[in-house]
Structures are given as structure tokens and as C-alpha cells.
């Protein structure tokens, strides 16, 4: 096994950072607030020469999240981003009402979590976790072959592939 170099890493930021590109990053922070408690990052909003957000940050939790607009011509570039919430049907709710379309709704999945997707007003998509439980590696082969979670597995990944199936380029 090979060493991983020592990396120096700022603080507040972890080794893999995101970053959101969206039409509308400023909408896109509000939307973040709402749905899952971002808060922005004082003074890190900064606006480019053509008054668009070139960059501003939020947390959520422990994460950072870094975004800026996107130039009239540059492609839509979605991202997809895992949260870790403490109730995915909550999430869920608070999402919608911030403005997001439900795209899986909350199934508890045999690993012990209950996952959800929602798709937010700037075209992201969010996938919700929460974990319910600890599942020790020996148990996850019968779990997984229970029909109710192999159902449930099989909603997950069709609701995944209908959206990403009827997802253009052209999204917001």
C-alpha cells in the first residue's frame, strides 16, 4: 500500500471541496439557507467585473461549499451532492418549500440509510442521506436479498435513472 503524501489543507476546507457553477449563484445560496441550514461565509462574496458572483461560499455543517455564476454560453453543468441530514423526510419538505422537485422520495435502503434526491430551482441535484443505523459488513448479503429491500433498491436507482433519462442540457 502506497503512503498518501501529508497535504496541507487550509482550515474549514477538507481535502475534496465542491464547487457549484449555476445560472443564478445568489439564488442559489438562498435556496441552500432554506433547504438545509447553509450559512454563507462572511466576506466571501465576491462579485467579477461583470457583477456576477465569481465566488461565494456557504457551510453546511462542517462542509464548504463554494459557487459562482456561469457566463451566458458556458453548457449547464448540474452538480450532484450528497448531504447528510438528520431527517431525510424533513429535508425533504423544507426543500420543496425552498423551491425543489422530489426525485426519490425517502427509502430506507439495506445499508441503514434512508436516502432521498431532490432536483433544487438551479438544476442540482441533491441527494439526501440519513443514517439510521450501523450495518455490520457480514449482514449486508442477507439484508440485500430481502425482496423488500432489493424493491427498494430497485425505486432508488429507476427514480435516478428517469431523471438523469429526461435531464438536457439546456436545464436551468
Do not use: C
Not at 33 to 41: L, P
Not at 66 to 75: I, R, S, Y
Request: charged share 25%.
Amino acid at each position: 500500500m502506497t503512503s498518501q503524501p501529508q497535504v496541507q489543507v487550509p482550515p474549514r476546507y477538507a481535502r475534496v471541496n465542491a464547487w457549484v457553477i449555476s445560472r443564478d449563484s445568489d439564488a442559489e445560496v438562498h435556496f441552500l439557507k432554506s433547504a438545509f441550514g447553509a450559512v454563507e461565509t462572511p466576506g466571501s462574496r465576491m462579485l467579477d467585473p461583470d457583477g456576477d458572483i465569481g465566488h461565494v461560499e456557504v457551510e453546511i455543517g462542517e462542509s464548504v461549499i463554494m459557487l459562482f455564476d456561469a457566463k451566458p454560453g458556458w453548457p449547464s453543468t448540474p452538480s450532484h451532492l450528497r448531504v447528510y441530514v438528520d431527517d431525510a423526510r424533513a429535508t425533504v419538505d423544507q426543500a420543496v418549500t425552498a423551491g425543489a422537485r422530489v426525485v426519490t422520495r425517502p427509502t430506507l435502503l439495506a445499508f441503514g440509510e434512508r436516502v432521498a434526491r431532490v432536483r433544487d430551482p438551479q438544476g442540482h441535484l441533491w441527494w439526501l442521506h440519513e443514517r439510521v443505523e450501523d450495518v455490520a459488513p457480514d449482514e449486508l448479503a442477507g439484508r440485500f436479498a430481502d425482496p423488500d429491500a432489493q424493491e427498494a433498491m430497485a425505486y432508488v436507482q429507476r427514480t435516478l435513472r428517469e431523471e438523469l433519462g429526461t435531464a438536457t442540457t439546456d436545464q436551468p
